[in-house]
């Protein structure tokens, strides 16, 4: 199972794909895996489960700047793509720039 199917099971999104908050601390047994080590790699915004929804964080219940609890607020609708296109690489590749050696 992903960490985006276990956060989906977790905060049980409605059909509108709204779910509750949910809190950081549940993140235990079963939910282990979903831990924000690194700042929550899985729910980023380039991440999968942000391509589909839109995913909110709240640092507010607690003191500091960590991330407390997660929801999601809805469907991306949005056409996101950090991918760079075929045609711009292949552009780069012919025109390749070159570094003097004594900079």
């Given at each position: 199972m992903t960490k985006k199917d276990l956060f989906l099971e977790l905060a049980k999104p409605d059909?509108?794909?709204i779910s509750r908050?949910?809190?950081v601390n549940?993140?235990?047994g079963k939910y282990k895996?979903?831990?924000l080590g690194n700042g929550g790699s899985w729910c980023r915004k380039e991440s999968s489960i942000a391509?589909?929804?839109i995913v909110e964080f709240t640092k507010t219940l607690t003191s500091g700047n960590g991330i407390d609890a997660?929801?999601?607020n809805g469907f991306n609708n949005n056409n996101y793509s950090q991918h760079i296109r075929a045609d711009i690489k292949k552009s780069i590749k012919k025109?390749?720039?070159r570094c003097p050696r004594n900079i």
């Open positions: 059909s509108n794909g908050w949910v809190n549940e993140f235990v895996a979903l831990q391509k589909q929804y997660i929801r999601l025109t390749k720039m």
